[in-house]
Each structure stands twice: as C-alpha cells, then as structure tokens.
C-alpha cells in the first residue's frame, strides 16, 4: 500500500485486499493504523518510521483476527515526510505469494521510472496539495531542495511564477482544469530567459475516483529554437521563391509585367466572365534605335523607363501594362472600355517631350488594337490580331492606331504568301523579264532597253508593283535583281552587239547597294555573260543617296569606274537637287512621268521641267523623260532637248519575242515625230 505523510492509505494492491479481507473502496482514505494498529504508539501517534528494513508485525483482519506480517516501508522521493510505499508480507506461515514480488517489483519500476525520466513530474492531491515530484522537476524549475523538503506549497508556486512570461495564464489554467477534473491539458510555457517548456496534465485516479493531478514538464527548447530557425529559413527561402517569382515574371528595366505575366493575365481575363470585352494595345517607339545610336543606351533606357510610367497613367490600376521587350509595350484593358479613347490618351501622353539628363526627347509610337469579339478567342490569337494592327498602322505612316479588322489579316495572308514564293521565285524559274525601248532623239533609234522584272506564277502573273516592296523587306530583292541582271544579258547579248551605242538599263533597289559585295557580283556577272560594262546603266532612285554611310557612294563608283553608267530614275520626286548632283556618281537622268504628265496641249509654261533639262545638260548628264504617252508629249518633250524618250507611246514592256517588232514600230514613230517637229 502507499500511504502519506499522514498515515492515510491512498493507494492498495489486490494482495493486500486479500491478506486483510477489505476491500480497496474500504481502505482508500482511511489510516493504517487500521491494518497495522501495533505501528502506533500508546497515545495513538505513528512510531517513526524505519525504511529500507524488514519489519516483524502483527496485522489486524478486517475479522479482527490478527497475523503476522513483514513490513517494509520504502520512501516514494527522495524528500523526507512525503508518500511512502509499504511492502506487507503475510509471514503466518512463511509462504511468499508471488503478489509480493509483483508488488516490490511494480513499486521499484514506479521508483525507478519517476526518478530517470526526462520529465519533470509533480503529483498535486485533489484539494491543491503538492504531494509528490522527481528530481528532474526541481532541475527543470531550478527549485532548492530545501523549498521542496518544508513543502511551502504558495511559496513553491510564487518560485514557479516568476519565471513565466504569462503567470496569470499558468494559474488560470490550473484553475480551469480543477474545475473539470477528468480533464487532460497541454500547453506549452515560456520562460523569461527563453527556455520553452511542454506541459502536460491528467487526473490521477485510484480506482476510478480522482484523487488528484499528475503535471508533467519537458524543456523543449533547444526543439523550439530548431524549429523556430527551420521556419525562418523555410520564410527565408519563401521569400527569395517570391523575389525569384518576381524576377521571372517582371521586367527588369522597367518593373512592369513582362511577357509571361502578361500572358498569364490575359488567360485569366479571357476566363473570366466578370471581365466583359477585353482590348489588347500593342504600343511600339518608331525608330527608337536611333534615340539609342543618338543619344545612347543610358537615355533609350530612361525613355523607357518613363514611358511605362506614362502609360500606367493613362489606364486604371486594374488594367495591365506589360513590356513584351525592346520597345514594344502592351496594354490589356478590361470591363468594357473604350480602347479608341485609351489609345488617343497614349499617343498624347507619349507626344509630350521627354527630359534625360538634360536634353529633350520626342517621339512617336505607332499603336494596334485587337478585342475579344468572341469567347472563342484565344489569347494567341488575340495578341497576334493586335501585332497584325500595329504593322498597318506603321505602314500607314507611323505615330497612329490601328484597329484591327477582318481584311487586314487578308493582306497579312497575300503579303505571307508573297514573301514564301519569292524566297523560291529564282530556283523555280518563276521570274521573266520584259524589254521597254528607249528612243534616241538624236538617233533616231532605240538606243536602250529597260529590262522589267515580272513573276509568273503557277496562279497567274504578279506585277511587280505588288511584290517588288514584299521582296525589299524580306530580302530577296538581292536574289532576283541578279537573276533579272542575268537573264537581260542573256537574252540581248545579240542585240548589244550589234551596235556599241546599244545599252541596257536594270533598275538597283536601295537593299542592293547595302549589300558590301553588290558592284562585284554585278561586273561578275556582265563578265560571265560576256557584256561590256559600258553598254550597262544602273536606275538608282534619288532616296538612295540618304543612305547613312559612304557605302553607297562606293559601290557605284566602283561600277562607275568599270564603265557602268548609272542613271536616277524618278528624278524630280525626291530628295535631290540639282546643284549637287555635280558631287554624285551620275551619268543620267529620267525626268520622273509626273513632270511629262502636266503636258497636256504642249504651250504649257512649264519653268521647273525646263530648268532641269537645261542644268542636266550643263552637267553633262543625259537627260530620259519616261512615261510618255501622246504625240504632244512627245512633240514638248523633243523640243525641250531631251535625248531620249521612253512611254507608251512608243511600246509597252514586252517579252523577247517582241521585241523587235517593239525596236521597229519605236523607230518609225520616232522618224514621224522629227519630221513633224522640223
């Protein structure tokens, strides 16, 4: 049995039943003396009490017949005046039941467990009581021996407290657990000095009455701090995750969305229903590549820099505004509004002048509208409807909007079908040339021959007016000119050389010029061909000698200087003068169709058209005038001085075939013309 300081029976085995015939509810709460009346004294105190020794008594029975037993008193802590385990063996007869050793044996494993375990334990009787704790309580709790030993229960608990950072929390507890005594708690209590304790409480039964409360404290710590670093390193990590997310989807530069935000802001747009008609605006800086070659990298990056700011201003903070890359923004607006106006706000706010390190900048975007028509619209689809727009609006002339529309993406389908037959247009054989004559009024005679690219494909023939612009831009302009400069030598050698004063004329686009190689390739190709470089003339048009560089200049000095002439076509309607056309590898001039044009009755007073026959001639130029069409013009132009005619008049581009009966029709018509004119 255990029995308290007091003497009272708190705890029996069921071999202790047996041996004294009670039972367990009749000896829990009472005295031993009960059981073991000759262990009192004569005025009825407890003799004092011998542990680790055998003790020879006489028992009572519950019959009130006495035995003999062996008692052995042992102490439950190692505190003086607390519980006491004690031992009863019924010696009558010397017989040991094996109850006995069960019993030493379950006492000496409670023992032996509550003094090695790394919990601290305090046992507290029903009425607030301290009654029992191990060791490792007073380490935990740092508690003198000596506080435990008088067992000053408020001063213990004063100790307790005011090493808490929340005492009041720690005694409401208690409380609350007092006034429900089956109930179990776990909590956790931390220390001023940092420590962390786990507490954990359940009521102690004998039987099934609750007699008390079994505290346990384990010092978690160095457990805590492990998972408190664990969580600052998992939020450390979480937080470089979101500045690597922010990385991945904004654009350095400007701090804007970039590509696959934006992307993943118009998927959720277009799947929500919420969101109503959805507009795409594609906003890109014209020639912002010469701000940058201008001004530097620096000032193109703040330009930058200050137009996604100016365009955040011109939409709702609810609305998207991305930069796809280089100088191309987007803009994705949402809940129905109005793009034309939003589009009018960003080409005024980009209008304005814009201040990097001290000088103004100005420029000009050109801008492409798209809108979900349909909820069948991809996102794809949407921003390749916007892209489409912007490209008619800078080829409308930049600095506006487009919006697009059904027909354009027509175009874009012509102009994508254009531009994959003429990467092959030459290897399939599929470019002609035509042959125009070109009559010396001195002559009298077809002195020239304009060679004319034509493409005839499998679908029928394509003018050049429609795939000449489609082939400067992709490229392969450089591929048919050689082909057309090929095909003409071929073709007329024969004719060539039947007179030195004969010549062909091959009109040479501003991509052809560019390329460092172009006058090697042309005098290698008249070599192969077996055609005089003298009976060759290069058409130039006058925007051709803006290119930035001298490379230009070079190349058709280079042919120049081999005996190719080179003559401006479309002189008049661009950006040439007279005056320096003295400084400019030039041999001739064509007098541009729009200046024939304004001669309708031939008394015209035409001062601009004069004047420019007279200086070509004062510079030793020959002098075309091309696209005539009537005898008036013919008559006009004649009288003017013009060395040599070239229109309708006299033919129309024809194919070799006809063209001697084109060079015969030109000189018949030429004769006439003189003899009216004498």
Known sequence: MVISERGVISLVNAELEQIFGYSREELVGQHYGLLLPHALSDDGEPQEYQFGRNLSLLGRRRSGAELTIEVRMSRLSTNPGREVAVSVRDISNRHRTDADTDLR???????????????????????????????RFSVLWGIPDALLERGEDIRLMAFVLDQLVDPAGFVAKIRELYEAPEAESFDVLRFHDGRTFERYSRPQRVASRVVGRVWSFRDITARRRAEEHAQDALAELVKQA?????????????????????????????????????????????????????????????????????????????????????????????????????????????????????????????????????????????????????????????NRFERFHPDMMTALLLRTDLEAGLRRAVERREILVHFQPIVSTEDIDVC?????????????????????????R????????????????????????????????????????????????????????????????????????????????????????????ISIDDFGTGYSSL???????????????????????????????????????????????????????????????????????????????????????????????LRSAA
Not at 455 to 467: I, K, M, N
Not at 496 to 525: K, P
Request: aromatic letters at 4%; proline letters at 4%; hydrophobic letters at 40%.
């Open 105 to 135: 044996a379950a006492l000496s494993l409670l023992s032996a467990t509550l003094d090695s375990t790394a919990d601290g334990i305090l046992v507290v009787s029903d009425d607030g009581k301290i009654k029992e704790a191990n060791e």
């Open 242 to 398: 979101e500045h690597h997310k922010a990385l991945a989807f904004r654009d350095p530069l400007t701090g804007l969305p970039n590509r696959a935000l934006f992307h993943e802001r118009l998927e959720a747009a277009l799947s929500d229903p919420e969101s109503g008609e959805i507009h795409l605006v594609i906003v890109d800086v014209d020639d912002f590549k010469e701000i940058n070659d201008v001004f530097g990298h620096r000032s193109g990056d703040d330009l930058l820099v200050e137009i996604g700011r100016r365009l955040k201003r011109c939409v709702r903070p609810e609305d998207t505004v991305a930069r796809l890359g280089g100088d191309e923004f987007v803009v994705l607006l949402t809940g129905g509004q109005d793009p034309v106006a939003a589009a009018g706000r960003i080409v005024s706010s980009l209008s304005a002048p814009a201040y990097m390190d001290g000088v103004e900048l100005r420029v000009n975007v050109s801008l492409g509208m798209s809108s979900s028509v349909d909820d069948s619209l991809h996102a794809s689809e949407l921003m390749r409807r916007a892209d489409i727009a912007l490209h008619e609006a800078k080829g409308a002339g930049k």
């Open 448 to 472: 020239q021959m304009e060679v004319l690219v034509r493409w005839q494909r499998p679908t029928g023939l394509v003018a050049p007016v429609d795939f000449i612009p489609v082939a400067e």
């Open 474 to 565: 992709n490229g392969s302009i450089i591929g048919v000119g050689e082909e057309v400069l090929r095909q003409a030598c071929a073709q007329l050698s024969g004719w060539l050389e039947g007179s030195e004063r004969r010549s062909i004329s091959v009109n040479v686009s501003a991509v052809q010029l560019r390329e460092e190689q172009f006058a090697s390739r042309v005098l290698a190709i008249l070599t192969d061909a077996g055609v005089r470089p003298g009976q060759v003339i290069m058409e130039v048009t006058e925007s051709v000698f803006l290119i930035p560089g001298n490379r230009v200049i070079e190349q058709l000095s280079l042919l120049q200087h081999h005996g190719v002439r």
């Open 579 to 673: 005056g320096r056309l003295q400084d400019l590898p030039v041999d001739a001039i064509k007098v541009d169709k729009s200046f024939v044009d304004k001669i309708e009755t031939g008394d015209e007073r035409l001062p601009i058209l004069d004047s420019m026959v007279d200086m070509a001639h004062n510079l030793g130029l020959h002098v075309t005038a091309e696209g005539v069409e009537s005898q008036v013009q013919a008559d006009r132009l004649i009288r003017l001085g013009c060395d040599a005619l070239q229109g309708y008049l006299f033919s129309k581009p024809r194919p070799l075939g006809e063209v001697s009966g084109a060079e015969e029709h030109s000189t018949v018509l030429m004769r006439g013309l």
